[in-house]
């Protein structure tokens, strides 16, 4: 990842998500968990309002489409949003972003960062304002001075040594005073070669804040969201999911990868490079005690500690007699979809066949297309879904698969995956059996809650 320096005094690195800054209560709600960390530096990284990426990104592609009419609506619905913050000429730039796009006649990938960063650029600079407000010196600095990345738009990566060199100067802000705080908008990033905008990828901002953590060498990464931390189960599935105090970085990647939805899959990279613990916490209840995300695992006598899932998966089969005994199949295959920008969640092997599961379900006439070869017969399996239980050592766990299916024993079990990785075990049902399927290994696993869960380790 390259090389970074620590920052000598006490500092953190603090996000919130877009419901913990959708409204004037709660931006003042979170304003005020800031100010009661002024003492540790606070470093905060916020997302757009809630669904104003959405919008925004509509308002462009129906630019991009001809329907300049219709763009302008939610141009106008984005104003309304913002007016009671901003003055209303802050987004005559995206007006005029909105018509140009409208004249080029395409919503590019380039056009479409463009667009989509204007969300953590206003509310950024909105939450710098109401911390001014509170008597705080709030400093906001544009994402783009910082966070250096490829020309990968909708989904860049940082490069990381000209980012952790930008950082460098951060110190500076805060030596002239403890009632200092600095804000930047999360999600995006500039093109090293020409400064042009571009993004990490929805829900990056997560990311970002754990890039500033590692540039940083924070004393901890934050997560401010809308629940109480890393749950058991998603609580709008089984009503009486239960918050974990303590997992493994590892253990927290997998639920990220696998469908939990309060981190970003990547936002865990830099914190365990450089071995910052990351805490989730809910910003509408700060005195819980969240998530704790470190290194090592914390025993505890529940073998699973979570249940993610994913709905709406879909399955790509590839048979082949060519592939009997053949040398550099799956190579060929995994190259074909790495030219087209594709990654896989499972895979299945048999002697003639090989099923892997997309990423991104929306993709799959794609990878069709791109796998039509000469004795290949192509299939698409659409409307499934995928469960994956996590837990400290579930390889070495004798009983755990007897456990799983035997709770779901009259389901269609689509596709396993076990033994892969020390922390999980996955599987496909169709989609509308996925929720039950939770509910019944929620059952089996957590009826009897071990309290060492909430534990704090040590």
């Given amino acids: 990842m390259g090389c970074f320096f620590a920052f000598g005094g006490k500092m953190i690195v603090m996000k919130f998500g877009g419901t913990s800054v959708e409204d004037t209560a709660a931006i003042d709600r979170s304003c005020r968990i800031v100010i009661e960390r002024l003492h540790r530096q606070p470093f905060v990284v916020v997302s757009a309002m809630a669904g104003v990426t959405n919008d925004l990104l509509e308002a462009g592609r129906l630019a991009g489409s001809g329907k300049i009419s219709e763009s302008l609506e939610f141009f106008e619905r984005l104003e309304r949003r913002h007016e009671e913050f901003l003055p209303k000429g802050d987004l005559t730039n995206l007006l005029g972003l909105l018509h140009w796009i409208n004249e080029a006649g395409e919503f590019s990938p380039r056009a479409q960062d463009s667009v989509a960063a204007w969300g953590e650029d206003l509310c950024s600079e909105i939450f710098a304002r109401a911390l001014r407000r509170l008597g705080i010196e709030a400093i906001h600095i544009d994402a783009r001075d910082f966070i250096v990345t490829d020309r990968n738009f909708g989904n860049a990566r940082p490069l990381w040594d000209k980012t952790f060199k930008k950082f460098q100067i951060i110190p500076e802000f805060f030596k002239e005073t403890n009632r200092t705080a600095l804000v930047m908008g ?4 500039s093109a090293v070669e020409d400064g042009e905008t571009t993004t990490l990828g929805r829900g990056g901002s997560d990311y970002s804040a754990a890039i500033v953590g590692a540039a940083m060498g924070a004393e901890e990464i934050q997560i401010w969201t809308d629940v109480d931390g890393m749950m058991t189960a998603d609580p709008k599935i089984v009503s009486t999911a239960r918050t974990i105090r303590c997992l493994s970085f590892a253990e927290a990647s997998e639920l990220a990868s696998f469908g939990a939805k309060v981190l970003h899959p ?17 910003s509408r209840n700060p005195g819980g005690a969240g998530t704790r995300i470190t290194r090592d695992a914390v025993p505890c006598q529940n073998i699973v500690k979570s249940i993610a899932c994913k709905r709406d998966v879909s399955v790509i089969t590839v048979e082949t007699s060519r592939m009997l005994k053949a040398v550099g199949f799956l190579g060929k295959l995994f190259t074909i979809l790495e030219s087209i920008g594709v990654s896989v969640d499972m895979v299945a092997t048999s002697e003639v066949s090989v099923s892997f599961t997309l990423d991104d379900s929306s993709k799959g006439p794609q990878v069709l297309d791109a796998l039509r070869r000469p004795h290949w017969a192509v299939s698409l399996e659409n409307n499934l879904g995928l469960a994956c239980l996590v837990g400290n050592d579930l390889k070495w766990t004798p009983g755990i698969a007897a456990r799983v299916f035997g709770s779901i024993r009259e389901f269609h079990v689509r596709m396993i995956s076990h033994g892969a990785s020390m922390t999980n075990l996955a599987f496909l049902v169709r989609r509308q059996q996925l929720e039950e399927a939770v509910h019944r290994l929620h059952s089996e696993f957590f009826s009897e809650f071990d ?8």
């Fill in 451 to 458: 309290p060492k869960v909430f534990a704090e380790p040590g």
């Fill in 186 to 189: 999360g999600f995006i990033g």
């Fill in 266 to 282: 990547r936002t865990l990279e830099p914190a365990m490079d450089k071995n910052i613990p990351v805490y989730v916490f809910n």
